[in-house]
């Protein structure tokens, strides 16, 4: 190619001076052969290389959505064995991410060896398609073998596991930025164009897992439709092949950069690795934020992790274009300014929504996600148009409304950072693989740390208030390091200035502990006092006026008093128990259930499992709770319900659980098949289980009807056995009596009628069964739609 002239240069893009009149950008043949690739991708000519690279771009797009299909199926397989506490699923993700980063480092060191990258990527996609069809028996028998294992034993399984899909996906990166780079000769297009079609393909495939393929196909299916996609992807990477000419840009392969590229990369890794650290930091507090606004929802995860990825592609496939014409000096200044922007867009973003939450509008949006216990619903299909139309509109979206406005404007920033920390990586034309590689491992390595240190340790330690206060504060510290804005230089005394006066505003403006959450609960009764403990696994508000209590765990009400639900669900369970002597409460809630076995002198021991240690410690802060957690008969337990039947041997006369609403998050894990049969195992004989809180479900009333021979269902639980169901009316009696006449008839009302028999499988007749690696109940899009349909289907037909 040859170099044109500076006139046919400057006309490429007006904006960008002729070469030789700035002298921070030198006159090369290597920024006028740049200018002309402009030309040819930005200005709207259609070259044979655009042809090339197309079929490479749809590879890569189906490469992300197939990953993200299995983290996300993976993660909530994995759960079933190794729980769902904050520790076991800091554990799992960062066992991911770690893979990702060690495949990525491998990769780059195999792009720059391999003497046909095309072939090496097929090898990879198509050990990725055999690893997901023998994923899930490899999961099943890991959970088994580890049920009893330390941290340490599950983290070293987990690694087992992941250790081999996560790496070939970490490759991936890195081998097709060589491929597409050897096409464009352009390595920050190729990142930017890559990254962003990746990661667009993950977003997308994480709302598609969870909101269409988990219910229609399960979380097995999902996983054998993406493993078949990458074998699809191998042959496709090998027609690609096929189609490539070698018409690379001139340039000197593999000539160095010298000393200062090679100081230039250690920077960038030193650089990368701590914006990797901050914006983990930023998703996991979003995480907990978002997902109290919307009730643990079994969407939440895959409605903020999409946004999340939606924002680091929109800002990857953004920074090229802004790039365009500018000189290498300039990128570490645009980098530092982005930082200082993720910090700026976060502080506005908490503070702003911190101050309009106190009324006004989003104070009522806010309320209005909280007082719905469904995200999103589908009430807006059930009824019609009406004065409710404009929630019931809001609650169908409002899961992904919540992530896009917290979080779209940051992760755009951040997503336009990699592509330009990548290029200042590159040490040497024609190692653009290993440069790409160590970049994004440094990246993950951040990512890793970040997640453990602000999961684990910040948030316990202060609070969400405080770790966003300090995350924001460091990111405006940025704004000190770029000596020039675009192509202003900015003094340092105006940027020591503007940081500090922008810091201190943020100290001066930013919630304080509690505060935050403290406006996104309704509180449910006034006057009241309010109890406030966020820990490791938990935020929880209690609230207190009188007798009157009312236990939000992550935003979701977990009981209250007076109960007569509860109570309800625990007089039924211990009257058709023979001998209620050893009983199991899974979830404390209020203490309602656990406080109604108390009252019986026959029960000598009850065991209570509760998931949030944090919950236990807030509910102690009241006498009559903490009374109840101090008897002697009561043990506490603070752990995962089902793998605490997995792990104990003990037999129970009775198990009583209401630990969750079956549309959270993760309650399939307590619905299933599966665990009903571990619950059978643990009980004796004649022992009863009471599955409360499902509602009139007919999944899960189908579901224990599978496992057990005789079953009892109410409006609001059910009752199970292995042994035919006679309840004590003695019993029922004494129980009932400890109350006040009114409360007694609120209980009556609960426990009238009661299906079971013939009448009980009619009803549940034709209704799937949940199983573990098919969680219907708790993904219940699908069900609802299918019932909808059916219910119109039969409606039409009536007509």
């Given at each position: 190619?040859?170099?044109?002239?500076?006139?046919?240069c400057?006309?490429?893009?007006p904006d960008?001076?002729i070469?030789?009149?700035d002298?921070e950008?030198?006159?090369?043949?290597?920024?006028?052969?740049?200018?002309v690739?402009?030309?040819?991708y930005?200005?709207?000519v259609?070259?044979?290389?655009?042809?090339?690279?197309?079929?490479?771009?749809?590879v890569?797009f189906?490469?992300?959505?197939t990953?993200?299909i299995?983290?996300?199926?993976?993660?909530?397989?994995?759960?079933?064995?190794?729980?769902?506490g904050?520790?076991?699923?800091?554990?799992?993700v960062?066992?991911?991410?770690?893979g990702?980063g060690?495949g990525?480092?491998?990769?780059?060191?195999?792009?720059e060896?391999?003497?046909?990258p095309?072939?090496?990527?097929?090898?990879?996609?198509?050990?990725?398609?055999l690893?997901?069809?023998v994923?899930?028996?490899?999961?099943?028998?890991?959970?088994?073998?580890?049920?009893?294992?330390?941290?340490i034993?599950a983290?070293?399984?987990?690694?087992?596991?992941?250790?081999?899909?996560?790496?070939?996906?970490?490759?991936?990166?890195?081998?097709?930025?060589?491929?597409?780079?050897s096409?464009?000769?352009?390595?920050?297009?190729?990142v930017?164009?890559?990254?962003?079609?990746n990661?667009?393909?993950?977003?997308?495939?994480a709302?598609?897992?969870?909101?269409?393929?988990?219910?229609?196909?399960g979380?097995?299916?999902?996983?054998?439709?993406?493993?078949?996609?990458?074998?699809v992807?191998?042959?496709?990477i090998?027609?690609?092949?096929r189609?490539?000419?070698q018409?690379?840009?001139p340039?000197?392969?593999?000539?160095?950069?010298g000393?200062s590229?090679?100081?230039?990369?250690?920077?960038?890794?030193?650089?990368?690795?701590?914006?990797?650290l901050?914006?983990?930091?930023?998703?996991i507090?979003?995480?907990?934020?978002?997902?109290?606004l919307?009730?643990?929802?079994?969407?939440?995860?895959?409605?903020?992790?999409?946004?999340?990825l939606?924002?680091i592609?929109?800002?990857?496939?953004?920074?090229n274009?802004?790039m365009a014409?500018?000189?290498?000096?300039?990128?570490?200044?645009?980098f530092?300014?982005l930082q200082?922007?993720?910090?700026?867009?976060?502080?506005v973003?908490?503070?702003?929504?911190?101050?309009?939450?106190?009324?006004?509008?989003?104070r009522?949006l806010?309320?209005?996600?909280f007082?719905?216990?469904?995200?999103p619903?589908?009430?807006?299909?059930?009824?019609?148009?009406?004065?409710?139309?404009?929630?019931?509109?809001?609650?169908?979206?409002?899961?992904?409304?919540?992530?896009?406005?917290?979080?779209?404007v940051?992760?755009?920033?951040?997503g336009?950072?990699?592509p330009?920390?990548?290029?200042?990586a590159?040490?040497?034309?024609g190692?653009?693989?290993?440069?790409?590689?160590?970049t994004?491992?440094?990246?993950?390595?951040?990512?890793?740390?970040?997640g453990?240190?602000?999961?684990?340790?910040?948030?316990?330690?202060?609070?969400?208030?405080?770790?966003l206060l300090?995350?924001?504060?460091?990111?405006?510290?940025?704004?000190?390091?770029?000596?020039?804005?675009?192509?202003r230089?900015?003094?340092?005394?105006?940027?020591?200035?503007?940081?500090?006066?922008?810091v201190?505003a943020n100290?001066?403006?930013?919630?304080?502990r509690?505060?935050?959450?403290s406006?996104?609960?309704?509180?449910?009764?006034?006057p009241?006092?309010?109890?406030?403990?966020?820990?490791?696994?938990?935020?929880?508000?209690?609230?207190e006026?009188g007798?009157?209590?009312?236990?939000?765990?992550?935003g979701?009400g977990?009981?209250?008093?007076?109960g007569?639900?509860?109570l309800?669900e625990?007089?039924?369970?211990l009257?058709?128990?023979?001998?209620?002597?050893?009983?199991?409460?899974?979830?404390?809630?209020a203490?309602s259930?656990?406080?109604t076995?108390?009252?019986?002198p026959?029960?000598q021991q009850?065991?209570?499992?509760?998931l949030?240690?944090?919950a236990?410690?807030n509910?102690?802060?009241?006498?009559v709770?903490?009374?109840?957690l101090?008897?002697?008969?009561v043990?506490?337990?603070?752990?995962?319900?089902?793998?605490?039947?997995?792990?104990?041997?003990?037999?129970?006369?009775?198990?009583l659980?209401?630990?969750?609403?079956?549309t959270?998050?993760?309650?399939?894990?307590?619905?299933?098949r599966?665990?009903?049969?571990l619950a059978r195992?643990?009980?004796?004989?004649?022992g009863?289980?009471m599955?409360?809180?499902?509602?009139?479900?007919?999944?899960?009333?189908?579901?224990?009807?599978?496992?057990?021979h005789?079953?009892?269902?109410?409006?609001?639980?059910s009752?199970?056995?292995?042994?035919p169901?006679?309840?004590?009316?003695?019993?029922?009696?004494?129980?009932?009596?400890?109350?006040?006449?009114d409360v007694?008839?609120?209980?009556?009302?609960?426990?009238?009628?009661?299906l079971?028999?013939k009448?009980?499988?009619?009803?549940?007749?034709?209704?799937?069964?949940?199983?573990?690696?098919r969680?219907?109940?708790e993904?219940?899009?699908?069900?609802?739609?299918?019932?909808?349909?059916?219910?119109?289907?039969?409606?039409?037909?009536?007509?």
């Amino acid at each position: 190619m040859c170099c044109p002239s500076s006139d046919e240069c400057s006309t490429i893009h007006p904006d960008f001076p002729i070469l030789g009149s700035d002298p921070e950008i030198p006159i090369s043949a290597e920024n006028c052969i740049f200018r002309v690739r402009l030309r040819s991708y930005n200005c709207g000519v259609r070259s044979p290389r655009n042809r090339l690279v197309t079929p490479l771009l749809a590879v890569f797009f189906l490469s992300g959505l197939t990953s993200l299909i299995c983290q996300v199926a993976w993660q909530r397989l994995l759960t079933v064995h190794y729980g769902v506490g904050a520790v076991s699923i800091a554990l799992i993700v960062s066992v991911y991410m770690f893979g990702l980063g060690i495949g990525s480092l491998l990769g780059g060191r195999l792009a720059e060896r391999t003497p046909d990258p095309y072939v090496l990527y097929a090898v990879v996609e198509v050990a990725l398609g055999l690893s997901g069809f023998v994923s899930l028996p490899i999961i099943l028998a890991l959970g088994r073998l580890t049920v009893d294992s330390t941290p340490i034993v599950a983290f070293a399984s987990l690694f087992a596991f992941l250790a081999v899909p996560t790496i070939l996906m970490g490759i991936s990166l890195p081998l097709l930025t060589k491929i597409f780079v050897s096409i464009t000769g352009d390595f920050m297009y190729s990142v930017s164009r890559l990254y962003f079609i990746n990661t667009l393909g993950a977003s997308i495939g994480a709302v598609f897992t969870s909101y269409i393929l988990i219910s229609w196909l399960g979380l097995n299916g999902s996983v054998y439709l993406a493993a078949a996609v990458d074998l699809v992807l191998a042959a496709a990477i090998l027609l690609s092949r096929r189609n490539v000419r070698q018409e690379m840009l001139p340039r000197t392969a593999g000539e160095p950069g010298g000393d200062s590229a090679a100081g230039r990369g250690r920077v960038a890794y030193a650089l990368v690795f701590v914006t990797g650290l901050i914006a983990i930091g930023y998703e996991i507090v979003w995480y907990r934020v978002i997902g109290v606004l919307v009730k643990d929802s079994p969407y939440a995860f895959s409605s903020i992790l999409a946004v999340y990825l939606l924002g680091i592609a929109l800002g990857s496939l953004t920074i090229n274009r802004y790039m365009a014409g500018k000189p290498d000096a300039h990128r570490k200044d645009i980098f530092y300014f982005l930082q200082f922007l993720v910090g700026l867009s976060v502080m506005v973003t908490v503070a702003g929504y911190y101050l309009l939450a106190q009324s006004g509008p989003i104070r009522s949006l806010t309320h209005l996600s909280f007082s719905s216990e469904m995200h999103p619903s589908l009430d807006l299909f059930a009824r019609s148009m009406g004065r409710h139309s404009f929630e019931d509109a809001y609650l169908l979206v409002d899961v992904l409304l919540w992530p896009l406005a917290f979080t779209l404007v940051p992760c755009m920033l951040t997503g336009a950072s990699f592509p330009l920390i990548a290029s200042l990586a590159l040490k040497r034309r024609g190692c653009e693989g290993s440069a790409i590689g160590t970049t994004y491992f440094f990246m993950v390595l951040g990512n890793v740390l970040g997640g453990l240190l602000t999961g684990l340790v910040l948030v316990p330690a202060i609070g969400t208030e405080m770790v966003l206060l300090a995350f924001t504060s460091l990111g405006l510290m940025f704004g000190l390091m770029p000596r020039a804005i675009g192509f202003r230089r900015v003094p340092a005394a105006y940027r020591i200035t503007g940081v500090l006066i922008l810091v201190l505003a943020n100290v001066v403006a930013f919630p304080r502990r509690g505060a935050l959450y403290s406006v996104i609960h309704a509180a449910p009764f006034t006057p009241h006092i309010m109890r406030f403990q966020e820990g490791l696994d938990a935020v929880v508000l209690t609230y207190e006026d009188g007798d009157r209590f009312r236990n939000f765990i992550n935003g979701q009400g977990h009981g209250y008093r007076p109960g007569p639900f509860f109570l309800a669900e625990g007089i039924e369970g211990l009257s058709f128990s023979p001998s209620p002597q050893k009983v199991l409460v899974i979830g404390f809630g209020a203490g309602s259930i656990t406080e109604t076995v108390l009252a019986l002198p026959e029960a000598q021991q009850i065991t209570v499992v509760e998931l949030s240690g944090t919950a236990i410690t807030n509910l102690l802060k009241f006498q009559v709770l903490a009374d109840i957690l101090h008897d002697g008969r009561v043990r506490v337990v603070v752990d995962d319900g089902r793998r605490y039947l997995e792990r104990t041997r003990e037999q129970f006369d009775v198990i009583l659980m209401d630990p969750l609403r079956i549309t959270s998050a993760y309650s399939g894990n307590l619905n299933s098949r599966q665990f009903f049969s571990l619950a059978r195992s643990r009980m004796t004989p004649a022992g009863v289980l009471m599955a409360g809180g499902i509602g009139d479900n007919p999944v899960i009333r189908r579901t224990l009807l599978e496992e057990f021979h005789f079953v009892r269902a109410y409006a609001g639980f059910s009752l199970a056995s292995p042994a035919p169901l006679y309840q004590s009316t003695e019993r029922r009696e004494r129980l009932l009596g400890a109350y006040p006449a009114d409360v007694q008839k609120e209980i009556e009302a609960f426990t009238k009628g009661g299906l079971e028999g013939k009448a009980l499988e009619a009803a549940t007749e034709g209704y799937p069964v949940n199983e573990d690696w098919r969680p219907i109940s708790e993904y219940y899009l699908g069900l609802q739609l299918r019932q909808r349909s059916s219910s119109s289907t039969s409606t039409a037909a009536a007509r």
